[in-house]
């Protein structure tokens, strides 16, 4: 497989680890879904994500990704339909129960659950694959060889760096919401507030143009 120069490629991973570290949906997401459920359920919603990742990656690599920046249609129903989910979500934290016996920390929600959500977060967000089509290719350099193989390994190294990036984000939330979540009260309050995020990303995405 061609690979990027050792230079190249580790200056995308510091962009990498700092495009992760900044503010964005992915990353809040993990953030509230850690303080609700828990370290674990945090860490199965990350790995969901960086599957969605991998999607996009070889998308790029495959060149569909270009056919669907191209499409004004795919690009509005995929929103549309991240922001539907994103409200499901919002009504199911705020119906959620608060009267779990104090202490509870762990998500009544199952692993794959949890992992499904990370999944189709990440894949209804058409802005990945325009950012992906976009970021990637910059890195890759045609005269170490074919472009596909570079683009997937660069796609690789987003994933690690989001991993290392979105899992500290997700164990030290699980232990801040393990602490707040022995009042019901205080729980009762994060699902406000989880519904409240989940409402703003919503409006963020169905408002968001190319």
């Not at 809040?28 to 599957?51: K, N, W």
């Not at 270009?66 to 509005?76: I, K, P, V």
């Not at 058409?126 to 976009?134: D, T």
Request: charge should be positive; aromatic fraction near 10%; charged fraction near 10%.
């Amino acid at each position: 497989m061609p690979l990027p120069s050792v230079e190249t490629l580790s200056a995308f991973f510091v962009v990498a680890v700092l495009l992760a570290l900044s503010p964005g949906p992915d990353n809040v997401f993990v953030l509230m879904q850690s303080a609700l459920h828990g370290r674990a359920a945090g860490i199965r919603v990350v790995l969901g994500l960086c599957t969605g990742l991998l999607v996009h990656t070889m998308a790029v690599a495959a060149g569909l990704a270009a056919l669907f920046a191209a499409s004004d249609l795919a690009f509005r129903t995929l929103k549309v339909a991240g922001a539907l989910y994103l409200l499901w979500l919002a009504w199911q934290v705020l119906r959620a129960p608060t009267d779990a016996p104090p202490g509870t920390t762990v998500s009544t929600l199952g692993g794959w659950a949890l992992y499904r959500r990370g999944v189709i977060m990440n894949l209804t967000n058409p802005k990945v694959s325009i950012f992906f089509l976009a970021f990637l290719p910059q890195f890759a350099d045609p005269a170490r060889g074919a472009l596909a193989g570079q683009i997937v390994l660069l796609g690789l190294a987003f994933i690690v760096a989001t991993l290392l990036v979105f899992g500290g984000i997700a164990w030290f939330a699980g232990i801040v919401g393990g602490v707040l979540r022995r009042s019901q009260r205080v729980r009762r309050l994060l699902n406000l507030a989880a519904g409240g995020v989940f409402v703003a990303l919503a409006a963020r995405l169905a408002l968001s143009e190319r």
